[in-house]
């Protein structure tokens, strides 16, 4: 028999350190659950602390994209382990993703740029519990200049 998966040893594995819940930047809340489920308000890349800006295929290539992507998965993490109570333990299942891409009009790899919050929440939430469902969508243009924008839906345990 295994081991149950422990989100807090791989995240000291990756040597990531959890942030804290961000001030919303604009009138709404960074979580609100109802019953098991949680649903995480959109999150843009940050890099140096700083907006991570640009739009893919002008200025940001898919493989940048994708840092910002993980990035997010990152401050993602910081606020589901706040929904969950400080105890990521507590997420059955990460539900569903909906990833925007701040992409020029012929982009076509949103897909590719969410893989890189989908792959490391499925590495640290998981086998059972990190796989989801997922959309990416190309747009015009996201709060701030940002180059992705991500939301999260999860289940809780009680």
């Known amino acids: 028999m295994t081991a149950p998966h422990d989100p807090y040893a791989r995240l000291d594995a990756l040597n990531i350190t959890l942030p804290t819940v961000a001030t ?11 019953g098991d489920l949680v649903f ?20 940001i290539p898919t493989q940048e994209g994708q840092a910002a992507a ?5 401050d993602l993490l910081g606020t589901l382990q706040a929904a969950a109570g400080g105890d990521l333990r507590r997420v059955r299942r990460i539900v569903k993703l909906m990833c925007l891409v701040n992409s020029a009009p012929d982009f076509t790899e949103q897909h590719l ?9 499925a590495d640290v939430m998981g086998p059972a519990v990190g796989p989801h469902a997922r959309s990416a969508f190309g747009v015009a243009q996201i709060p701030l200049g940002a180059c992705v924008e991500i939301e999260l839906t999860a289940e809780l345990s009680r």
């Open 113 to 121: 740029v969410a893989n890189g919050c989908s792959k490391l929440l």
């Open 40 to 59: 995480l308000s959109g999150h843009i890349a940050k890099r140096d602390g700083q907006v991570w800006t640009g739009q893919l295929g002008v200025n």
């Open 24 to 34: 919303p930047a604009a009138a709404y809340l960074p979580f609100v659950q109802t």
């Open 70 to 74: 993980r990035a997010v998965a990152i």
